[in-house]
């Protein structure tokens, strides 16, 4: 059974960082593309970021690209998310995803919140 | 960016009842589409794939179909479980986007 569990999240304050883990299990993670995927209070989803299976290839968003950093630990079977230069519209449930053949999500965590608040 | 304008923004349907949710995609996204769907408190689930391939363990009453800008997610025989919010999804290309999302209620 596919299972990823996110920790991390908490309250902090705006232009601060935080960095979100995911630990994966029931798959063979160094193959499987991974990404980070967000959903504000009562709003829709956001894409957030992925990375390849080495790690060497990223992507992100506009809205994030240069704050958020998307990295892995194969050997953990873990991902990352280190978010810099917080801001209030970071304010969401940060959710862990597994892409599937076609770059959509097909496996998804539970989420994390993270409260950007002063 | 791909612009994805998801349609209706809320329904309710009867027990039983057939609906439909759409989303249109700002450029041909050549079937890269996919649709979730997320219970009140819970995870999105994915629910289709590739415009029309069903995920494992979803309920066969879920189909997906369109082309080129304009795709559809269709439930035959609304059940009580399908009480959600719907998302599509374009996996064309960079930037990953999603529609705002599909409020279905029962009637």
């Known amino acids: 059974e596919v299972q990823l569990v996110e920790s991390g999240g908490g309250l902090v304050q705006p232009g601060r960082s935080l960095k979100l883990s995911c630990a994966a299990s029931?798959?063979?993670?160094?193959?499987?593309?991974m990404a980070w995927v967000r959903q504000a209070p009562k709003k829709g989803l956001e894409w957030v970021a992925t990375?390849?299976?080495?790690?060497?290839?990223?992507y992100y968003p506009d809205s994030v690209r240069g704050r958020f950093t998307i990295s892995r630990d194969n050997a953990r079977s873990s991902l990352y998310l280190q978010m810099n230069s917080l801001k209030s519209e970071d304010t969401a449930t940060y959710y862990c995803a597994r892409h599937g053949a076609r770059v959509d999500f097909a496996y998804w965590g539970q989420g994390t919140l993270v409260t950007v608040s002063s | 960016d791909i612009q994805m304008t998801q349609s209706p923004a809320s329904l309710s349907a009867s027990l039983g009842e057939t609906v439909s949710i759409e989303c249109l995609a700002s450029?041909?996204?050549?079937?890269?589409l996919a649709w979730y769907q997320q219970k009140s408190g819970k995870s999105p689930q994915l629910l289709i794939y590739?415009?029309?391939r069903l995920q494992d363990g979803v309920p066969s009453r879920f189909s997906g179909s369109g082309s080129g800008t304009r795709y559809s997610l269709k439930i035959s025989g609304m059940q009580p479980e399908d009480e959600a919010d719907y998302f599509c999804q374009q996996s064309y290309k960079y930037p990953l986007t999603f529609g705002s999302g599909t409020k279905l209620e029962i009637k």
């Open positions: 029931g798959f063979t993670f160094s193959t499987s593309y």
């Open positions: 450029e041909g996204i050549s079937n890269d």
């Open positions: 590739t415009t029309n």
């Open positions: 990375i390849s299976t080495s790690g060497l290839t990223t």
